[in-house]
């Protein structure tokens, strides 16, 4: 089944795509507006749109990018890190993030997920909750600015 057939929660015409180094322009301006405070430097939105061992997908509302989500694998660790995940502001409230993040773990197929979000991050963190995220822990002062990092797990495979 084609990657665009698996979405029957998104009927509003968007459609998630796997994303690849030609995006780097609509996932840099998207990681602009989405995150005025820790957007990456273009280096680091290079690599995470060309290193092996990404899962990186695009939502698409015809030509246009609105979402992206990547995640990576950490397997010595036996789990995968979001390691962004974003939808333009205009497109919010649509379903879009939860289904990026629903799509990116299932294609990760790792029995445990973890991601960092600012404690401050209250739509985010709601979006985890409601995914099946819990907190894990939390790293201090680690966003600019000095706001801690809340880390999240989700257990996708209790017997792993
Ligand atoms: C977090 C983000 C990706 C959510 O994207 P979205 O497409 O609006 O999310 P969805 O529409 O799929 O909503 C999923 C759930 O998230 C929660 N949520 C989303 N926006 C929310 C808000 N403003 N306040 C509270 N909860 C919210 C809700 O639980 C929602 O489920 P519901 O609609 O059944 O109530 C988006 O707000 C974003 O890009 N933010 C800036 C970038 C960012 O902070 N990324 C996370 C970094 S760790």
């Not at 084609?2 to 996932?27: C, F, H, M, Y």
């Not at 698409?60 to 990576?72: L, S």
């Not at 939808?87 to 294609?107: F, I, N, Y």
Request: aromatic fraction near 8%.
């Amino acid at each position: 089944m084609s990657l665009e057939n698996t979405l029957p929660q998104l009927d509003t015409g968007i459609r998630i795509k796997r994303a690849d180094w030609r995006d780097l322009g609509a996932v840099r301006q998207l990681e602009e507006v989405c995150f005025p405070l820790d957007s990456w430097p273009l280096l680091e939105i290079i690599g995470i749109l060309t290193m092996p061992g990404v899962v990186r997908l695009k939502a698409m509302d015809g030509e246009k990018t609105i979402g992206f989500v990547a995640g990576e694998y950490r397997r010595a660790e036996g789990l995968a890190w979001i390691a962004t995940i974003c939808v333009h502001p205009d497109e919010r409230g649509r379903g879009v993030g939860r289904t990026l993040l629903a799509m990116c773990e299932s294609r990760l197929r790792m029995p445990r997920v973890r991601l960092t979000v600012r404690e401050s991050n209250a739509a985010a963190i709601e979006m985890y909750r409601q995914a099946g995220y819990t907190e894990f822990g939390r790293w201090p002062r680690y966003y600019r600015g000095g706001e801690d990092g809340l880390v999240m797990e989700k257990i996708l495979d209790k017997r792993r």
